[in-house]
């Protein structure tokens, strides 16, 4: 049963209806084991922070920093702040000087909190050219400290500020006063298409997100959720804000190079998920069958035939199968799906929302196929995360992002823009009036810039409207549409479609380094360095084979006729990449127009 109240209370109200049962979760890496912090636990946490917040005397709506990869500190410092009326800024943990000084100075931050020793150096260096930054508070005890830095304590030097709960008649006078639209956030967007912005969430926008996900979504108290995206994602936020609103046991992944081992040893019911993630598991499987014994190889096949026919043509319709093909679907699920998903550790499955960017028809047919309940949806940092997603127990369509959420007005421009009104949609950017009004019409609807279309219910993407490539022909390209399809490839790590104003498609693509040095040993291609076999005329030749078969749905004019394997990835340190993870296309055709004009020679 979801608990629907102010997030300054949240904590408390749960801990009165939990008490000793888990809410959170950590790997303890020295003890190789994950410890639990129960729900009376995480209440007092919460309880100290608020003092000590008070005790540095953090004002109403102040706003305080964090900046950290997902550690259970995260989640005291948000409850904590939002018992006095505080702002949590979230900051990726892999942001650079550049962009924390940024946000540092957009937000006016006195005080942050930071993770380990890389957000640890990042920030002490900020605090020589800031102008607002006061004091940090830093969560990992083995953080090594400069020998000049005066600024910092450690977190339980942090804690040991509020004493016995010193200021707690202040933590009650606040937290009794605390209003709907107090803002609970300010996330800044992941800036792909220019100058980072700080989207305003307030405590009533999550309150309407809460409310309506919890009627779509089957959540309880005995899920068990992975935590595996950054915290400082909306779609992550947002999810593990509910899955707490529900009683859920909320297990904190703290790297995602972990999140292999985390999902066999935690086994979770649910787990949020960008494509990317499903994109791997797919392309693993795929790897992995392709070196099992004819047999097993032919039984693999047996169970994708029977179970699409099952999940996708009789469950995703809302029909009811045949006795026998379900009998002979159960059947392949308890033997060789169900040892498939025991492997990855997704048996105990319930649902796994997926959402941050387009999945392909083949990975989301395929995961339905092996009875693990993707559930796709679509939404943005503005919108509180969902705008539409699968209605679990509800027909749904391979290729859609789901049906609306009650609460939120979608409505299609003539340009095909999704455009958004309702209670979880932002109200404005921070300190950012021209953004604000070029973003929400006269009439309060949001331009996402996303384009898209309704069809019974249900909601396609086709592509950012920005990101629409007309070529020298006049034809209208959808890149993302052709990335998502090609990227399924195992052979392909990142792509790049490449099309406006030129005379046909080509793509940027970033090869699966260790593969392809496997696939050319067994080939007899020699080549000195990657630079070399990234040219090879063999390895072109053979990818270009692969790259043909995946498009032949495509128009002529929609497929890629030249690519370039590129022998070095798309990169964070040089702004090709966002925190999410995001490709900035625009910079990456900045940096590769050699490339690129060499392919229209």
Known sequence: MITLCHFSRLIYEQARRYGSRTALSYRDDDRGEWMPISWTDFAEQVRRVSNALLALD???????????????????????????????????????????????????????????????????????????????????????????????????????????????????????????????????????????????????????????????????????????????????????????????????????????????????????????FWEKVYEGVLERMSHLPKMKQHLFRKAVSVGKIYQIGYLSKGRKPPLNLKWEYKFLEKTIIGLLKKQLGLDRGNIFPTAGATISKEVESFIHICGINM???????????????????????????GRILGGVEVKIA????????????????????????????DEGWFHT?????????????????????????GKYIAPQQIESKLIVDKFIDQIVVVADRLKFVSALIVPNYALLEEYAKKNGVTCDSMEALCRNEQINDFMMGRIATLQQDFAPYEQVKRFRLLPHPFSMTRGEVTNTLKIKRRVVLEHYKEEIDDMYE
């Open 58 to 276: 953090v004002k109403i709506q102040e706003n305080i920093a964090v900046f950290s990869q997902n550690m259970p500190e995260d989640y005291f410092v948000d409850f904590g702040a939002y018992g006095i009326r505080a702002v949590t800024v979230p900051f990726y943990a892999t942001s650079s000087a550049a962009q924390v000084k940024y946000m540092v100075d957009d937000a006016e931050v006195r005080l942050i909190f930071v993770g380990e020793q890389a957000q640890y150096d990042v920030a002490f260096g900020v605090f020589a050219v800031s102008q607002t930054l006061e004091r940090m508070v830093i969560f990992d005890r083995k953080v090594v400290r400069h020998p000049l830095d005066h600024v910092s304590m450690y977190f339980d030097e942090f804690l040991a500020l509020g004493g016995a709960n010193a200021h707690q008649q202040e933590v009650d006078r606040r937290s009794a006063l605390a209003r709907g639209e107090d803002i609970a956030n300010i996330l800044y967007t992941s800036g792909t298409t220019g100058l980072s912005k700080g989207v305003v969430l307030t405590h009533q926008m999550y309150g309407c997100a809460m409310k309506e996900n919890d009627k779509v979504l089957p959540l309880s108290e005995r899920d068990v959720i992975l935590n595996f995206l950054p915290l400082t994602h909306v779609f992550e936020r947002g999810w593990a804000y509910l899955c707490l609103s529900e009683g859920c046991h909320l297990a904190v992944n703290r790297y995602p190079a972990d999140i292999l081992r985390s999902l066999k040893e935690v086994r979770p019911t649910c787990m949020s998920a960008v494509p990317r």
């Open 375 to 401: 559930v796709t949806g679509y939404g943005l940092t503005e919108s509180t995360a969902t705008v539409s997603c699968d209605h679990v127990g509800e027909p749904y369509t391979i290729g859609s992002v």
């Open 449 to 473: 810039g996303d384009a898209g279309y309704l069809k019974e219910g249900e909601l396609f993407l086709t592509d950012r409207i920005k990101d629409l490539y007309k070529t020298s022909n």
């Open 414 to 441: 003539e340009d095909g823009e999704i455009l958004l009104r309702g209670g979880t949609i932002m109200s404005e950017y921070y300190r950012k009036p021209k953004e604000t009004h070029q973003a929400i019409d």
